[in-house]
């Protein structure tokens, strides 16, 4: 199905907030990616699930933006239906001690707001550039915290459809992953938190904040952490080791300030960023009988 014909079977389901080949170097934080087939903008569960049934209906794919933090999209683009949630995925509801937070909410407001309210165990987050939902599916995390330490149930659109909530119990959570059904669309996430002083909270979010600031890059387009840390390392640290830090491809750049960034100086291709990708995973293999596993989600067409 051509794009336009796709963009006219999803957008009978939200009139006005779809469009056909929109490029998706608009919407990541790489600055980087072809176009979409077709960008869809729901504003609620229900809408998404319409999309979802609307795509399978006609055959095509359905892929989650999220933010577009942790993810390089192909310059080729990506085919089918991509998903970038609305306004409506954006409400935050307080019920001390929990939070629950829909999945286009950015993660580091949630924990700011937390430790404004004294409630503990999100300070990690401050300065996480992703969303909600991206964190849980990636079960992101940071200096000793993460993710899985905090959430309590999950919303979403099953493969079927249909609008669900998931208990923690019948999740599974690994190392910079969350297990979820097969399929399954998160749309808010509900995390219980533990009460604490105000000013303790705050205090650690400052750290995790200073720390941050201190030792990744600023400024400069980038998908956050491009390797996993192997067990008992740090993957910054063993590219640095390798001498690979300042190291360019086209416009791509190994962050001469951490080496598990990988910054966009302006023009870069997804090419040059998978190229340099491939270059450290090589190098320090060479160097340290140690592979790197991406952290960030290579998706769409190359």
Not at 21 to 32: G, K, M, N, V, Y
Not at 61 to 81: E, K, P, Q, Y
Not at 190 to 216: G, M, N
Request: some cysteine; hydrophobic content about 45%; proline content about 4%.
């Amino acid at each position: 199905m051509r794009s336009a014909e796709l963009a006219r079977a999803v957008g009978d389901v939200v009139v006005g907030r779809v469009r056909a080949d929109e490029p998706l170097a608009r919407h990541t934080s790489f600055r980087i990616g072809g176009p979409a087939d077709v960008l869809a903008t729901p504003d609620t569960a229900v809408e998404l699930a319409a999309i979802a049934r609307a795509a399978a209906a006609a055959g095509a794919t359905l892929t989650i933006l999220g933010g577009g933090s942790n993810m390089l999209v192909g310059d080729g683009g990506i085919r089918g239906v991509v998903v970038k949630l609305g306004r409506g995925f954006r409400r935050v509801e307080w019920n001390p001690p929990c939070v629950e937070a829909g999945a286009a909410v950015q993660l580091g407001r949630v924990a700011r707001d937390a430790a404004e309210r004294g409630l503990a165990g999100l300070e990690y987050a401050e300065g996480i550039p992703g969303t909600v939902g991206g964190a849980l599916f990636m079960n992101a995390g940071a200096y000793g915290g993460e993710v899985s330490d905090t959430v309590d149930e999950v919303e979403g659109v099953d493969a079927a459809g249909t609008v669900r909530r998931l208990p923690r119990a019948s999740l599974a959570f690994v190392y910079r992953r969350t297990v979820l059904p097969a399929g399954f669309l998160v749309t808010a996430v509900r995390f219980r938190l533990r009460p604490e002083a105000s000013a303790s909270v705050q205090a650690r979010l400052a750290h995790a904040r200073d720390r941050r600031t201190a030792s990744q890059p600023h400024g400069q387009a980038n998908a956050g952490s491009i390797f996993k840390n192997p067990p008992g390392d740090w993957a910054g640290r063993l590219v640095e080791a390798a001498g690979l830090k300042g190291t360019r491809v086209g416009g791509a750049r190994i962050s001469e300030q951490h080496g598990n960034f990988i910054v966009n100086e302006g023009a870069a291709h997804a090419t040059d960023v998978q190229a340099l990708m491939q270059e450290a995973q090589r190098v320090v293999w060479e160097r340290n009988g140690v592979w790197l596993e991406p952290e960030v989600r290579l998706v769409g067409s190359w």
